[in-house]
């Protein structure tokens, strides 16, 4: 990817910053030869980002033209809102009396380039704040009233007031900030940007550590520059061309708001935020396979404790799940009314409808990986020993089935088109379809917008093959969308 440097006058411009084009601001906005670029990242260092300036306009053009400015336009009226700094300063604030502890006095400037500053004590500090105000040079301001510190403003800085001694740190930084990282060998250059969504402290992740690694083989060889973020990089989305979500999803949470947030950036998205939608409540779920009379088992919406009414359409025993449960968990078997009655109660605390299912008990569930409407891999997923569930959580611990990766050909025909029914349902995102089958007979159980795919299991039939097949898709996508917009 082209990266370009815009200045207000580059005869001025005394900073080295390696891999990167200078051109001016001027030529940038009124050029007909910047308009039809692709693949191209615009860093704005302009002396100003205000309203009506060439500044402004560098970064909103930018985005008209499906450039990726630095800092954007979102990025530019976050550092006027005085709301949103106050909210930063909040969320900051441990980290900012930690950093600020030493300093005498009641006001502090912090000067933050490309992330960084030239105390290293600091570094943590700037690092934050520079992924809140995605922005290459910032100058934060710090008041301490009371004995507390907090954040009071924070302004880009102009390239004709950094100091001459900060020069030489600045092009240091800048350099690394440029730098890519390849786990491969970067013979060229990337056409276009993946972000990998994940959580490192995520006890049951979507994807194992082996799995990533292969996605990102994958990825590079159809050259992709790929890189695994995290819920702090949240204003950094629109870096990249894509997004693919490896951290469980669930609505109230970061990882929807992510994925509205590069969708609405223009990134190429899965999970896309309707599939995370419709896909992690049961309720929906439910109505929508009734509605198009798509088999699953005898289900009851409840909104209160009501054992007598499941006992007569159901019986006992039945499976109460919470609208959005995962990985097993919100998930109880109800053997009896008084069992019932005990356990909805529990999970009513937490919602204001359950879902009651009739119980099917069956050895293994099968899952089928549908991605753009076509199966892609098939799993028995066995259940947990002497459980009625593929995990069983007993003593702080977890215990798993074992599991059976199918090739396509040998899955019954009548799972796999149940499952991509269900799923065409939904979208044409990534999915996981449980379903259980019994004496010839087809359930669908629920829909996973963020299935597992982990080394050995779901990719032991396909093994790379699964990992490119997923990649190649993107990159149709992105190639798609760059076409449409031309």
Request: proline share 5%; glycine share 4%.
């Amino acid at each position: 990817m082209r990266h370009i440097v815009v200045v207000n006058n580059p005869k001025n411009w005394t900073l080295d910053i390696p891999g990167g084009e200078v051109i001016s601001a001027k030529d940038y906005v009124t050029d007909p030869v910047y308009i039809n670029l692709r693949n191209v990242k615009i860093f704005n260092l302009c002396r100003s980002y205000r309203y009506q300036t060439i500044g402004y306009y560098v970064s909103l053009l930018a985005t008209a033209r499906g450039h990726k400015p630095f800092p954007d336009v979102l990025t530019i009226q976050d550092l006027k809102s005085q709301a949103i700094i106050r909210i930063v300063s909040d969320e900051l604030e441990e980290l900012i009396q930690k950093s600020l502890k030493p300093i005498q006095g009641s006001r502090f400037t912090l000067s933050i380039y490309f992330g960084k500053n030239l105390a290293q004590r600091h570094n943590r500090l700037s690092n934050s704040l520079f992924t809140h105000f995605r922005a290459p040079l910032l100058r934060a301001e710090f008041m301490r009233k009371e004995g507390i510190w907090f954040l009071k403003n924070i302004q880009p800085i102009a390239t004709n007031e950094i100091p001459q001694d900060h020069r030489p740190f600045i092009s240091q930084t800048a350099q690394e900030f440029f730098k890519k990282r390849y786990s491969g060998s970067p013979k060229k250059e990337p056409r276009y940007d993946l972000a990998i969504l994940v959580n490192p402290e995520e006890v049951m992740p979507p994807s194992d550590e082996k799995a990533l690694k292969r996605f990102i083989r994958a990825a590079e060889a159809l050259d992709f520059y790929t890189e695994r973020i995290t819920k702090e990089d949240y204003a950094r989305l629109n870096e990249f061309d894509a997004l693919f979500i490896r951290e469980t999803t669930s609505v109230n949470h970061h990882t929807y708001r992510m994925a509205r947030r590069a969708e609405k950036e223009g990134l190429v998205v899965i999970d896309d935020p309707n599939s995370i939608l419709l896909c992690t409540n049961k309720v929906y779920l439910a109505e929508l396979l009734n509605k198009h009379g798509i088999p699953s088992p005898k289900t009851l919406i409840i909104q209160s404790n009501q054992p007598e009414v499941v006992k007569e359409k159901l019986g006992f025993p039945c499976i109460l799940k919470q609208p959005d449960s995962s990985f097993s968990l919100g998930v109880l078997k109800a053997d009896s009314a008084e069992d019932f009655a005990i356990k909805a109660e529990q999970l009513l605390e937490k919602s204001e409808l359950l879902i009651v299912q009739q119980f099917i008990p069956t050895t293994f569930d099968w899952r089928i990986g549908i991605l753009n409407g076509k199966p892609v891999y098939g799993c028995k997923y066995f259940m947990a020993r002497k459980h009625w569930q593929i995990f069983e959580r007993s003593g702080g611990k977890t215990h798993e089935g074992n599991t059976e990766s199918l090739p396509l050909d040998r899955i019954p025909a009548a799972v796999l088109d149940c499952a991509l029914k269900t799923a065409n349902l939904i979208g044409n995102g990534l999915y996981g379809v449980d379903l259980k089958e019994v004496d010839g007979n087809v359930y669908v159980i629920e829909v996973n917008d963020n299935p597992s795919i982990d080394s050995d299991i779901e990719d032991a039939v396909l093994k790379d093959e699964l990992y490119n097949t997923i990649m190649e898709e993107f990159l149709r996508r992105i190639e798609t969308k760059k076409r449409s917009s031309e």
